[in-house]
């Protein structure tokens, strides 16, 4: 089964910009679609984006929309989540998932997470 790892997490002003990577152990990354989460201190856990095992379809939330772009190298068996325009309300512990099929933004339907990274945006 895929093991997932994310990085790149930290501390960003409102406005700034944060990049999130998801390295993926097994070399058939492009068997799988991508997703990233992310979950607040006392919240559910939320879906942020998703994207296709090919890397040519993508949906995202809409509090995220226009401002966070998910991406997908399958030759590196790595995902990316590039975030701009951070605001307070994104800090959350972010994940990335793996899943058989592209498009669904339910947690239950992707088997395979990371450990998470944490993103706080300061005001």
């Known amino acids: 089964q895929v093991q997932l790892v994310e990085s790149g997490g930290g501390l960003a002003q409102a406005g700034g910009s944060l990049r999130l990577s998801c390295a993926a152990s097994?070399?058939?990354?492009?068997?799988?679609?991508m997703g990233w989460f992310r979950q607040a201190p006392g919240k559910e856990r939320e879906f942020v984006a998703t994207i296709s095992r090919s890397g040519g379809g993508t949906v995202y939330a809409d509090s995220v929309k226009g401002r966070f772009t998910i991406s997908k190298d399958n030759a590196e068996n790595t995902g990316y989540l590039q975030m701009n325009g951070l605001k307070p309300e994104d800090t959350a512990v972010y994940y990335c998932a793996a899943a058989h099929w592209f498009g669904s933004r339910s947690p239950s339907d992707y088997p395979y997470w990371g450990q998470g990274t944490q993103v706080t945006v300061s005001s």
């Open positions: 097994e070399y058939t990354f492009s068997n799988y679609a």
